[in-house]
T-cell receptor, first 116, second 112 residues
Framework: EADIYQTPRYLVIGTGKKITLECSQTMGHDKMYWYQQDPGMELHLIHYSYGVNSTEKGDLSSESTVSRIRTEHFPLTLESARPSHTSQYLC???????????????FGPGTRLTVL | GEDVEQSLFLSVREGDSSVINCTYTDSSSTYLYWYKQEPGAGLQLLTYIFSNMDMKQDQRLTVLLNKKDKHLSLRIADTQTGDSAIYFCAETLPGSARQLTFGSGTQLTVLP
């Protein structure tokens, strides 16, 4: 069983609020990822990190920001939530292997965010 | 390009075989994966295949890879109601910073 955790699991919040979605892993993985999952199932990579103090934007433009101050922790923040941010957010991690080789990503259970 | 495509829905009867298909466009893929997502949960790796293999079998799961047609399939034998989930194929590309490119997912529904 993967040791990657996300809190909260469900969040309903009003427009304009600042929120932080937490993601932690205990596997010592260097690489971490945030995905946004549409109601239609498709996964979109919004942020990733190679390690401490490294963050990159993914394929889908997102108004969220991330930080990586500790290896095990990769929080995602929305400064001012809007209804368009309503979605499922999935966090994942993997070992720090070089690109092009076997890369299993371990996923957290997700946070379902609803912005009213 | 880095497009990975799947059909959106598949329904089968319990006990039948399920075949979920995936096509990809980048022939330099090194590894291809199948992930499973159960309702309300994250994704979990089911199986994977290295690009120099044609087939891989793991209990009820059989993965077939046709590199010429850039086609990947997952066959589930004796499908059970617990197999109902969303199945994602994914590929690893050399030099890709994001490591994995996922398909759009196939919702498998197993009917009793």
């Amino acid at each position: 069983e993967a040791d990657i955790y996300q809190t909260p699991r469900y969040l309903v919040i009003g427009t304009g609020k600042k929120i932080t979605l937490e993601c932690s892993q205990t596997m010592g993985h260097d690489k971490m990822y945030w995905y946004q999952q549409d109601p239609g199932m498709e996964l979109h990579l919004i942020h990733y990190s190679y390690g401490v103090n490294s963050t990159e934007k993914g394929d889908l433009s997102s108004e969220s920001t991330v930080s990586r101050i500790r290896t095990e922790h990769f929080p995602l923040t929305l400064e001012s939530a809007r209804p368009s941010h309503t979605s499922q957010y999935l966090c994942a991690s993997s070992e720090g292997v070089t690109s092009g080789v076997y890369n299993e990503q371990f996923f957290g259970p997700g946070t379902r965010l609803t912005v009213l | 390009g880095e497009d990975v495509e799947q059909s959106l829905f598949l329904s089968v009867r319990e006990g039948d075989s399920s075949v979920i298909n995936c096509t990809y466009t980048d022939s330099s893929s090194t590894y291809l994966y199948w992930y499973k997502q159960e309702p309300g949960a994250g994704l979990q790796l089911l199986t994977y295949i290295f690009s120099n293999m044609d087939m891989k079998q793991d209990q009820r799961l059989t993965v077939l890879l046709n590199k010429k047609d850039k086609h990947l399939s997952l066959r589930i034998a004796d499908t059970q109601t617990g197999d109902s989930a969303i199945y994602f194929c994914a590929e690893t590309l050399p030099g890709s910073a994001r490591q994995l490119t996922f398909g759009s997912g196939t919702q498998l529904t197993v009917l009793p």
